[in-house]
């Protein structure tokens, strides 16, 4: 059988030694997370890792040298195992984390589609917007989006740290469980001592889907700076301490400008009828001001002018 080297997936910085170290005591909290057929669902783990290739079916993973129960355990501990949410949150921040060159660390925050257009049945589901399938052509396919926050790092790899991850409801309002997530993300971090008095400024990235604005006015009180992509060629980008709410001042062309892109929308409810307003009776443009959109200008430390998108 082909080996598979471990130390790989941990940081190029670190000894063998220290690596494998790091990835001893993160298998021992790991099992420690699992409640419920713990043996079953570590050893289903490790199968998904050392899989040669994409997990397209669970039976196939009872067949990988790490599985060494049968497909009825595999079954078992998917239907009645539990895994503690919150205790692996916590390991994941306490873990050595990937960082920029200069030391700080970048978090970057997505939506990640599980798609599901053969299980009709299944609770939840939305309609997500892909890109790729039929023709090249953007699709509306049945599906779960989920929120995801990792850490990055600068150079040439593919690795990064996944934090948390959430699953987007029919009726959750895609900005604010963000922004929940984010400050439950940046406070586990900041107690396991990845950021201290001192440290530069969490990095937060996110493309054009997001409400950056809004974000940072609400998470002003985390040490935290923002940079987001505000059209195909501009970005915002700026910090907390200088972020402010809406104003009603603003310009209509930075407040029409800025609206999230329809196409980044995390999900589209399967019950929302997709039907154009007819013109007799679609709605007057708002007034500059009114609130609609807030526009996205955050002005970054030492500059003068504001990014705003184009």
């Known amino acids: 059988m082909k080996e598979r080297p471990l130390v790989k ?9 220290a690596a494998l170290g790091v990835l001893s005591h993160f298998r021992v909290e790991f099992y420690d997370c699992l409640y419920t057929r713990a ?8 199968a998904v890792l050392c899989s040669d290739g994409p997990v397209t079916s669970l039976v196939e993973l ?3 040298a790490e599985h060494r129960r049968g497909h009825g355990a595999m079954y078992d501990a998917v239907n009645h ?3 503690e949410p919150r205790r692996l949150r916590r390991l994941l921040a306490s873990t050595p984390l990937p960082r920029a060159a200069d030391g700080r660390i970048v978090l970057a925050v997505d939506v990640s589609n599980w798609l599901r257009p053969d299980a009709p049945t299944s609770p939840e589901l939305l309609f997500c917007h892909v890109y790729g399938r039929g023709r090249s052509a953007d699709q509306f396919i049945p599906g779960w989006p989920y929120s995801f926050v990792a850490a990055l790092e600068t ?3 593919s690795w990064t740290a996944v934090l948390d991850a959430i699953r987007l409801g029919p009726c959750d309002d895609a900005t604010a469980v963000t922004a929940t997530q984010l400050r439950e993300v940046v406070t586990r971090l900041v107690h396991a001592g990845q950021w201290r008095l001192g440290d530069a400024d969490i990095l937060v990235v996110m493309d054009t889907g ?3 604005t809004r974000l940072a006015y609400v998470l002003a009180d985390l040490p935290s700076s923002w940079s987001a992509a505000c059209a195909r060629t501009a970005s915002c980008s700026g910090t907390p301490a200088h972020a402010a709410p809406p104003r009603a001042a603003d310009s209509p062309a930075s407040t029409a400008a800025s609206s999230p892109s329809p196409s980044r929308s995390p999900g589209t409810p399967l019950t929302r009828p997709r039907r154009a307003t007819p013109p007799a009776t ?4 708002p007034s500059p001001g009114t609130g609609c959109t807030p526009a996205c200008r955050l002005v970054a430390p030492g500059s003068t002018t504001a990014a705003n998108s184009l």
């Open 9 to 17: 997936s941990l940081a190029a910085e670190q000894s063998a030694d």
């Open 39 to 46: 043996d079953a669902l570590f050893e289903l783990t490790d």
């Open 62 to 64: 009872t067949l990988t």
């Open 81 to 83: 195992g539990w895994l």
């Open 155 to 157: 150079g040439r790899t």
């Open 210 to 212: 997001y409400d950056v």
């Open 282 to 285: 679609a709605r007057p443009k």
